[in-house]
């Protein structure tokens, strides 16, 4: 099987704001958060625990079948300071939510129930000049970086969180 190798220029901008790149302004940088509440306000499915290697298709293809099926959360555990309340349920597909919650970002984690808010989002530039994001808690910061990958032939849109690699259950459609 041909193996999808997603590129090292996206895991790039995970790299956290580099003084050497430029800076912006604060209308720049409300402007790149609003563009990544919108791109991130989606169900993703796990295609990779941790991205350390490259991905085969049936990892792909379990992904995009992951996407199909809905969740069913039974119970919800909120972190300390998150809300109960579930994102919609056309939402509640792959492996992981994120939805606006009453104090901020929340994510669901599917099926388990796992529910966690981030109520800071930080947007800088990373080394190649490409958007880098970070959300925070009281208890962690994660960096999330978003691009695009050919799978099989199509482009298909991914994200790397907390060191995982997901797969967007709402892909672009035409040309992409």
């Known amino acids: 099987m041909a193996k999808h190798f997603v590129s090292l220029?996206?895991?790039?901008?995970?790299?956290?704001?580099?003084?050497?790149?430029?800076?912006?302004?604060?209308?720049?940088?409300e402007q790149q958060a609003a563009i990544f509440l919108e791109r991130i306000l989606r169900p993703w499915s796990l295609v990779l625990k941790t991205w350390d290697r490259?991905?085969?298709?049936?990892?792909?293809?379990?992904?995009?079948?992951?996407?199909?099926?809905p969740k069913r959360v039974a119970t919800t555990r909120p972190d300390a300071g998150a809300d109960s309340a579930l994102p919609p349920e056309s939402e509640l597909f792959g492996?992981?939510?994120?939805?606006?919650?009453?104090?901020?970002?929340?994510?669901?984690e599917l099926p388990e129930g796992t529910i966690e808010v981030f109520p800071n989002v930080q947007v800088g530039v990373s080394q190649s000049g490409a958007p880098a994001y970070q959300?925070?808690?009281?208890?962690?910061?994660?960096?999330?970086?978003?691009?695009?990958?050919?799978?099989?032939?199509k482009p298909s849109v991914v994200m790397i969180f907390d060191g995982g690699l997901y797969l967007s259950c709402r892909q672009p459609t035409g040309d992409g």
Do not use: H
């Open 9 to 29: 220029a996206l895991a790039a901008m995970v790299i956290a704001t580099s003084s050497t790149a430029p800076a912006q302004s604060a209308s720049q940088q």
């Open 54 to 69: 490259d991905v085969i298709d049936a990892e792909w293809s379990s992904a995009k079948t992951d996407c199909m099926i």
């Open 95 to 108: 492996s992981l939510a994120f939805y606006r919650g009453a104090k901020g970002l929340q994510s669901i």
């Open 135 to 153: 959300i925070s808690n009281d208890n962690r910061t994660v960096q999330i970086a978003m691009g695009k990958v050919p799978v099989k032939g």
